[in-house]
Each structure stands twice: as C-alpha cells, then as structure tokens.
C-alpha cells in the first residue's frame, strides 16, 4: 500500500494562484495549508486536497512567529491527521520528480530525511553561525559573538553550500582569528551564559525543509514544547536553522538526505531557479525544490511540471499557469476534503 504523505505548506504572501499550483503538483495527496491571514487576508484556495491550519500565527521571515507557525501546523498534522509521512514545504517549492518516485523514496523505511551539520565538529559552521546558537539576538554577547565571527573569516571570500543552506569557510588565519575562534568555542561550552544546547540537545545546524515519520514529527512537537528549551530559542535569530535539525537528530534513529535541492545562497535567501537550472534539476537525487518563482505561469515553474512532474507518471495532469489544469479554462469549486475547514477562505 502507498504511504499516507501529507504535505505542510508554509503560506502568507505568495499569490493564491502559487500555492494551488502547488497543491495540485502534490496530488493525490493532501495539503494542510498554514496560511497567514493577517498577511494576505483574501486567499480561496481551489485545490481539491487542500485544508487549513485552524488558528494560523503571525509569521515572517526570521521572526519567531514563523517558528510558532510551524510547530502550531506540525501540532494539528499530528493531532488531527493520519498520515504515515509529513513534508514541509514553502510556496516556493515544486516536486521535479513524480509523486510515485517519492512515494517509493519514502516507503523505504528511514525515520527522517533532513539536513544537519554538527555545530561543536564542524570550525566552518560554528564560526560563522555559533554566534547565532549561543546567544540572545541583540544582546551583548550576540554583539560580541558575531564580530569574533567577521574576525575569523576576514580576507577569506569561500563558502560551502550543502544540507540546504551555506556556511563561511576558509578562515582562521592570524592571532585574532584564533582568538575569535577559543572564545567562540568557550560560549558553546556555556562559558559566556547559560544556553540550551548541549548533551541532552547537541547543537546542528541546517535547512527547515524537513520530511519524517509520523512519530518523528510527534518528538518534534514534544520537544519545542519543553519550556526552557523554548525560552533560550524564542530569542535566536532564524532559530528553525537549530531547532529542527537539532530535535530531529535526538528522535531520529535512521537519517536520509535532506529531499531538497535548494538553489545557491544569495546573501540570506536562495536566488530564484530559472530555466537554465534544468540540468542541475533533472540530475539532482532530490525529490523538490526551491526557490522558485512565485509566480505560477513562470516558464521554468510550467518545464518542470511538464517535463520533470508529469513524464513518467500517466496520472498527472499538469497545472496551468493559474494552478489549474492545463486543459481547463476555470478551478474547480472548492471543497472540503478533510473534515476539517474548507479551503476557500478570506478575511476574518
């Protein structure tokens, strides 16, 4: 029997259109939809096997409330959903492989498919984002931390991108650099303040993007529930990049790689894919990726849906520039597949 997938998107500014694009990409399974209301309030949503978060959280990017958004959706998935696997994703994401591939990929038995770098094993990671694990953003310490961190990699222009996200590389050179790196590596000990990482919680570091088993989802949401771990995280810049990773590495027993390719950093986000990606695409073992343009009738949105999505699986009709199918002029009505809320919804 085919696992039960379930698919939660995080939503809040990409045009409506995007997202059904999306949802329709992913069928024939279901798509639990946090949508931030507060942000873009008309949102009917036309996918047949779309539902909403009940009670979404304010969110944006790097902000606490988008770690509190997603947690809040994990809750409900686990709560009020069976399913055998849960994929985050963004609106910015597409499958570029058939959705039979990844039902294959993920009936294979591992607890987990994510990203992680050790902070404490890795030089390159702790010193470019320690200072980020280690302390409060704004504070003092935080202050201190990251200009320690510029101290080390000074004169040093390399980089590593892997487990969807990049990492300063190259440094170290220098008395200051060695200094930077001894009181960098006194603050993950807890020597500049109490933190919560550390044997209960190792620290890692790597993409949100995550897919995982039930269960594993349901030790995530145990553990963002434990109260001090939440405090410290609460103040974090980007907090998600430690907490996911870190929490899926203690609950997991068997780990695959991250199911995402994620295009090159442009300073903090990913650039857009364009259709001159289409090689790295069609040769990556990935199953979805991003970060696409958000805009549905994009040319290498419609190629890889054609091309990538739909080649190889008779089933699937490919979704048209408006998140319809190709050969329909019009959406279907919406409807309410889960039970739960219907997915055509506007302002509260």
């Known amino acids: 029997m085919n696992p039960r997938i379930l698919f939660v998107v995080m939503s809040a500014v990409a045009p409506v259109a995007t997202v059904d694009q999306l949802a329709r990409a992913l069928q024939p399974h279901d798509v639990l939809v946090h949508h931030d209301f507060s942000q873009t309030p008309d949102f009917p949503l036309q996918s047949p096997n779309v539902a909403f978060v009940p009670e979404p959280r304010r969110t944006g990017w790097a902000t ?170 609460s103040g974090l810049r980007i907090a998600e990049e430690f907490l996911v990773p870190s929490l899926l590495m203690r609950a997991s027993r068997t780990r695959g790689p991250l199911n995402h390719y994620i295009s090159r950093y442009d300073q903090a986000h990913p650039r857009r894919l364009e259709e001159s990606d289409l090689p790295a695409l069609r040769a990556t073992p990935a199953f979805f990726a991003r970060k696409f343009p958000d805009d549905p009738a994009a040319p290498v949105r419609l190629r890889v849906l054609e091309e990538l999505v739909a080649k190889g699986s008779a089933s699937v009709v490919v979704p048209g520039p408006c998140g319809a199918p190709a050969d329909r002029a019009q959406p279907p009505q919406a409807v309410q597949p889960f039970g739960l809320q219907p997915a055509r919804r506007t302002a509260r």
Do not use: N
């Not at 696997?85 to 990844?102: D, H």
């Not at 302390?135 to 969807?164: C, I, K, N, Q, T």
């Not at 993950?188 to 990482?197: D, E, P, T, V």
């Open 64 to 233: 606490w409330g988008f770690v509190e958004g997603i947690f809040h959706a994990l809750r409900h998935a686990v709560e009020q959903r069976d399913f055998d696997y849960l994929q985050l994703l963004s609106p910015t994401c597409l499958p570029i492989k058939p959705m039979a591939q990844f039902e294959a990929h993920v009936a294979g038995g591992v607890d987990a498919h994510f990203g992680a770098i050790d902070l404490l094993a890795d030089r390159d990671c702790l010193m470019s984002v320690g200072y980020r694990a280690f302390s409060p953003e704004g504070g003092f310490r935080h202050r201190v931390l990251r200009r320690l961190s510029r101290e080390y990699f000074a004169g040093s222009a390399s980089r590593r991108d892997e487990v969807g996200v990049w990492i300063h590389a190259g440094g170290g050179a220098g008395w200051r650099a060695r200094l930077a790196w001894e009181a960098t590596r006194l603050a993950a000990a807890g020597a500049w303040g109490r933190h919560s990482f550390g044997a209960a919680l190792p620290p890692y570091y790597g993409s949100v993007w995550f897919g995982a088993r039930k269960e594993m989802v349901r030790r995530l949401v145990q553990g963002f529930d434990e109260p001090q771990l939440r405090a410290w995280a």
